[in-house]
């Protein structure tokens, strides 16, 4: 069974990574790099596992995160809400 979630997982990478980026708001401000100011972003989710969930094969039951990486520049910035893609 571990080996069909990593195929799940590899394919759901594969599909994030086909993004174009596009510009996000957070709190009705526009989220902009803190290091180039760039506003456009690539988008992921990423799991908020501890070792105690890691330990019995749990992590799936973790929270998530929306990460945010800068078009630009490649930082990342974490969101524990999900920012609102601003349409084009």
């Given at each position: 069974?571990?080996?069909?979630?990593?195929?799940?997982?590899?394919?759901?990478?594969?599909?994030?990574?086909?993004?174009?980026?596009?510009?996000?708001?957070?709190?009705d401000?526009?989220?902009?790099?803190?290091?180039?100011?760039?506003?456009?972003?690539?988008?992921?989710?990423?799991?908020?596992d501890?070792?105690?969930?890691?330990?019995?094969?749990?992590?799936?039951?973790?929270p998530?995160?929306?990460?945010?990486?800068?078009?630009?520049?490649?930082?990342?910035?974490?969101?524990?809400?999900?920012?609102?893609?601003?349409?084009?």
């Amino acid at each position: 069974m571990g080996r069909f979630f990593d195929a799940l997982k590899a394919g759901v990478k594969g599909f994030q990574t086909a993004n174009d980026p596009a510009e996000y708001t957070m709190a009705d401000k526009q989220v902009r790099c803190p290091h180039c100011g760039e506003t456009t972003f690539f988008t992921r989710r990423s799991l908020l596992d501890t070792r105690g969930a890691s330990i019995v094969d749990l992590e799936w039951l973790s929270p998530s995160a929306t990460i945010l990486i800068c078009a630009e520049c490649g930082r990342i910035e974490w969101f524990a809400h999900e920012p609102t893609e601003i349409p084009h």
